[in-house]
């Protein structure tokens, strides 16, 4: 029972639920915030420190995080308007009070998803274009301007072409085929409108959620695959490759010794020996090169407590291993569910949950442990997001078959920090999509509980008129796909397909080896004289 409470806009809200609301979304805010501070400064250039790109990739990440991290306070909410015998509470009896609630919770995504909006379509675009030449740009400020609006003008007309279908487009009722199915979904039809600014708002959301599901297929699964890897594996003797290092460089020394030795009496070189010349002053550059950031590597204090905390990282990327195989095999039980228990004409929704997922599970009872539940879903999406840029990581920025940008620790060039930024946000925003998956019942119910014929059931789409609310994560998400089966029906089939990549992913993370601190060091000497990293 609720002891205080706030009157706001002429109804009653409890002061714990209000408060405890705005703490929860304030940390979440501030973690977002400092990790995603952290992130952009791991991977900025540090000889190309652009203050404007660096700040919109951190408002960006910031947004998009908060955004998916609002979902446990979405769920608390919704779950604190009914007490565990499945009535009301007395402050949320009243059908206009719980409304008001709810528009404060689905006002504040609508903000989310807008400025998400503004910077995909909008800054991003205009910092890319504006930075596109790198320091090389000569053109005077006002020209980079011009030129850099010109394109973004481009990128606002379609946004805006994207909000006009979405808030004009109507589909209609729910598809007739006098099917139980559908009889039981009516519920859930009813509870979503689809008109004006709503619409268009869960429109492009649903098109930037297939759109980071492409994103998610092809770096998030690779990287919830290979990342548990890095802490598993390890990369070999140090002081064996040193050696072997040193030895190769002693020998190609000695070929030098005796080619100057060759032309001692003062005969100029012949064009072939010029050629191996050449050759070995550049290897023996590079060798000096390789000694001197291995030799780091060896005495640097990372290394050694590395080495010391070695049994911890094997344990830790084992659980990390466990965390991925947990998400996907809920991925894969509700998937089953869907494939099984529904159909492609109303978008592969289920009405009931009749697989219980293991997140769905261990959610349900970490509910009851305040706040558990927030811990795991902040573990979660935070493992799903290092994991994401992990992936990107190791695979590089690609446009089609042409590799666009490297991301590379404290190398990543401003454009490609902005791309890098961008593919985040649209992974994440692909992320609230697959929790609905992933966690059926909590993020759309969450422990709700309704009365039937005298029993107390947990809430589900079957649920009379009245009786549950949804989360506003799942009200806006399944707006489209309840009344549009294509929508739904083409995220769950890209949610297969995601699951089928992470499986080939492990299996090759398996089998490779862990690249040597000698192959690590060759990697970050390349690093600075690549073209796609120092334009």
Known sequence: EYKSYLRMSGIKIPSELFIGSLVTFGIILVTSFLISVWYVRRYGHQAHQGLLPRAIAVLACTTVLATVLLLPVDVFITSCQKTTNGTWQDWASDNATRQEIQNG?????????????????????????YFEEGDNDERPPGLRLCSALKFTICFVILIVALLVSGALVQFGDMPNNNGTIIDDLQFLGNQIQNKGIRGAISFTQILLTISGLIIFMVYSAYGLSAFPFNFIKTRGNVKSELENLRERQLMSREKE??????????????????????????????????????????????????????????????????????????????????????????????????????????????????????????????????CTVNGIRRIGIWFLWVKMFEVVPRRTMPQGLLLLSALFCMAMVALNSLMLICIPTYTTYGSQRYVLNGTVTPCDNKAPEGECSLTQLASILT???????????????????????YLIGFFIAFLRRKSTVLEKAEAEREADDDPLINL
């Open 257 to 386: 010794r005796q080619l100057l030795a060759k032309y001692a009496d003062g005969r100029p070189m012949v064009p072939a020996d010029k050629k191996l010349m050449k050759t070995l002053k550049k290897d023996n550059d590079r060798y000096d090169e390789l000694t001197c950031l291995v030799e780091r590597e060896q005495q640097s204090w990372c290394g050694k407590v590395r080495l010391i905390l070695r049994p911890f990282t094997i344990v830790l990327g084992i659980a990390l291993s466990l965390l991925s195989l947990a998400f996907i095999s809920s991925i894969t039980v509700n998937l089953v569910d869907r494939y099984v228990h529904s159909n492609y004409t109303i978008g592969y929704i289920l009405p009931k949950i009749h697989y219980t997922t293991p997140f769905n599970l261990i959610l349900g009872h970490a509910q009851t442990v305040f706040p558990m539940d927030y811990i795991i879903i902040l573990v979660l999406v935070f493992y799903i997001a290092a």
């Open 105 to 129: 919770i689905l006002y504040t995504y609508y903000t989310c998803y807008s400025l998400l909006l503004f910077y995909l379509f909008v800054l991003i675009p205009f910092a890319y274009f």
């Open 479 to 501: 707006r489209f796909t309840v009344r549009a089966n294509f929508f739904g029906a083409l995220i769950t089939y890209m949610t297969s397909f995601f699951v089928v990549i």
